[in-house]
């Protein structure tokens, strides 16, 4: 099941919401219609409906339940759904963000690209040549799930959880990669280390990234990322290039 | 401006109001008081509005004064609390004046208590809202001598009213709508999962509290590699090990590990009240039942200051009773004759 589904599923998800769920598994083509979906409810404008979240393959609709109900809101849902989508869009931004995979800062990289079936130099080759979209953030501030890497990269999260992890950690599961926000356990593994911020809470702007960017990172030595890191003028040495 | 001073705080003290609904798409989930309903207590009780931010204190009490006396309520877990050494009532307006040493004990009885002023916490806003979020970096736990600036109090002539509370500090059960992946465990499981008793683990913080039980686990086949989704609070996750976890106020908001349901709003205090070792049970509602305990914050405040009811004094327990005033609005007699 590669393909977003031919009807999404419409879930209830609190007594105040609805997801629209376009696939079962993660896949651009269900991402990119999550996305769009999220578009065309915002323009929409239902009464009633107080929030638009999209996420890597769903959207939810939130709503007031003294203002409707969710009889009203899954309505025009479906007559949304029912409508022509548009197509992919393209990048509008591509961030270049510096990684170090030395041991010292990825712990389980080896670990991670023996469950990839490969070693751990084709593992950062593999990590670094490809640009990964911004499917969704989430799960803390501004925290993006990058994606997709291939397919054997579909490794499987770790049973028990990591308790802690470093800010900035480039960690991965499921073909995707995620630059960690959030001071909380974790089953992802942890395979590098960058030193950007992807969320600013003290700015004007909290949130680095937005769904839709292009991340590719490079990998920089020990010495290199030490004085990334104390370099305080940039966000983790990172650059950003406006494509549109 | 007054202020409130902590001259002792309790490890687990943060300015709560209701949190910042409407930011899940760029990861930030709603946070604020983790049990709602208490703030909403505390806001009936005072007069004031569902905005009012108040002390959330997580299992310890701390030492408070005031710059300028002000009345206040306690609400949520059962924490021993006295003005002076006088003891103050649970569930009640007070009065604290100025200088006067509040001092509020370990919970006996649920996990968070509430300190609600009739004139709020006024400390700066950010993104609309005052409630601290640990996990997103907003705001910090409060320590000992920290001086925060409140509201004055309107109204400091007002008569004291109760609000009788039925118990949700004891666990219990649970009631529980579907969620997207309720569907994705098996008939048995859910079934075992409707018929288990759990206890709380004593792990367990703002963002969710871990569930113990005896048997064998809720997990299933294929369990850790689903495709992250979006996440509310009141969500039951699994790990991989089949170990359940209840979200709560400053939950992620999205997650890879399956949900077998989501805690309903009106029960979910009840969980966030559960001690560690609280016995909890879950009970299935269809869509159609859960959609139908739906309710708004102002709802629920309008029907919560409905509920109060006047405090009636006995003269002889009032200690300061000359400093009251006894006799107000007088007049010339004439009222009732008058056009």
């Known amino acids: 099941m590669n393909d977003a589904l031919q009807d999404p599923e419409i879930c209830p998800?609190?007594?105040?919401?609805?997801?629209?769920?376009?696939?079962?598994?993660?896949?651009?083509?269900?991402?990119?219609?999550?996305?769009?979906?999220?578009?065309?409810?915002?323009?929409?404008?239902?009464?009633?409906?107080?929030?638009?979240?999209?996420?890597?393959?769903?959207?939810?609709?939130?709503?007031?339940?003294?203002?409707?109900?969710r009889n009203a809101v899954t309505t025009a849902i479906l007559t949304l759904l029912a409508e022509p989508m548009s197509g992919d869009t393209?990048?509008?931004?591509?961030?270049?963000?510096?990684?170090?995979?030395?041991?010292?800062?990825?712990?389980?990289?080896?670990?991670?690209?023996?469950?990839?079936?490969?070693?751990?130099?084709?593992?950062?080759?593999?990590?670094?040549?490809?640009?990964?979209?911004?499917?969704?953030?989430?799960?803390?501030?501004?925290?993006p799930y990058l994606g997709l890497l291939p397919d054997h990269w579909n490794i499987p999260r770790q049973s028990a959880l990591t308790d802690t992890l470093p800010q900035g950690a480039l960690i991965c599961a499921v073909r995707q990669l995620i630059i960690w926000a959030a001071e909380a356990p974790t089953g992802w593994r942890h395979i590098g280390q960058t030193a950007f911020r992807v969320y600013l809470p003290e700015t004007k702007q909290p949130f680095a990234l937005q769904p839709g960017d292009v991340v590719q990172f490079a990998a920089v030595s020990d010495t290199d990322f030490a004085t990334i890191q104390r370099d305080g003028t940039t966000n983790g040495g990172a650059r950003c290039e406006v494509l549109r | 401006m007054p202020t409130l001073t902590l001259h002792k705080a309790g490890p687990g003290l943060t300015v709560q109001d209701l949190g910042r609904p409407g930011w899940k798409a760029q990861g930030l989930s709603t946070g604020g008081a983790a049990d709602p309903l208490a703030l909403l207590e505390g806001a009936a009780l005072l007069g004031a509005g569902t905005d009012n931010a108040v002390i959330e204190m997580m299992g310890f009490g701390g030492t408070f004064t005031v710059s300028e006396g002000t009345h206040f309520a306690l609400t949520g877990a059962v924490m021993q609390a006295?003005?002076?050494?006088?003891?103050?009532?649970?569930?009640?307006?007070?009065?604290?004046?100025?200088g006067a040493k509040l001092t509020i004990a370990g919970a006996t009885k649920g996990v968070y208590g509430y300190l609600a002023l009739a004139g709020g916490i006024t400390t700066a806003p950010i993104m609309d809202s005052r409630a601290t979020h640990l996990t997103a970096g907003i705001g910090t736990r409060l320590a000992t001598d920290d001086a925060l600036p409140i509201g004055a109090d309107m109204d400091r002539m007002r008569a004291p009213v109760k609000l009788h509370v039925d118990d949700r500090l004891s666990g219990g059960t649970i009631r529980i709508m579907p969620g997207p992946q309720t569907g994705f465990f098996s008939d048995q499981t859910l079934a075992a999962f409707a018929t288990t008793t759990f206890q709380r683990n004593p792990r367990g913080n703002r963002q969710g509290i871990r569930l113990d039980y005896e048997g064998k686990g809720f997990g299933m086949q294929g369990g850790l590699t689903f495709v992250s989704d979006l996440i509310v609070s009141g969500d039951i996750q699994m790990t991989g090990d089949g170990v359940p976890y209840i979200l709560l106020a400053e939950c992620q908001t999205i997650g890879g590990y399956p949900r077998i349901g989501s805690v309903i709003p009106a029960d979910l205090p009840k969980v966030a009240q559960a001690a560690p070792g609280t016995a909890l049970r879950f009970q299935f509602l269809s869509v159609v039942e859960a959609d139908a305990t739906a309710t708004t914050y102002a709802a629920q405040l309008r029907q919560l200051r409905a509920r109060c009811t006047p405090v009636l004094r006995d003269p002889h327990d009032i200690a300061d009773l000359l400093g009251y005033q006894l006799i107000s609005g007088a007049t010339p007699g004439d009222d009732l004759e008058r056009p």
């Open chain 1, 13 to 69: 998800l609190g007594v105040d919401g609805i997801l629209v769920r376009f696939a079962r598994n993660l896949n651009d083509t269900a991402n990119a219609r999550a996305l769009a979906f999220r578009d065309q409810v915002e323009a929409a404008d239902i009464a009633g409906v107080t929030e638009v979240a999209p996420s890597l393959v769903s959207v939810r609709i939130g709503f007031d339940p003294s203002a409707t109900d």
């Open chain 1, 90 to 143: 393209p990048p509008r931004r591509l961030w270049r963000i510096p990684a170090c995979f030395s041991p010292d800062h990825a712990a389980q990289l080896a670990e991670a690209a023996q469950l990839a079936g490969c070693t751990v130099d084709q593992a950062i080759a593999e990590i670094t040549t490809q640009q990964v979209r911004v499917m969704a953030i989430g799960f803390a501030p501004g925290q």
């Open chain 2, 82 to 98: 006295n003005i002076d050494g006088a003891t103050v009532e649970h569930n009640t307006t007070q009065f604290l004046p100025a």
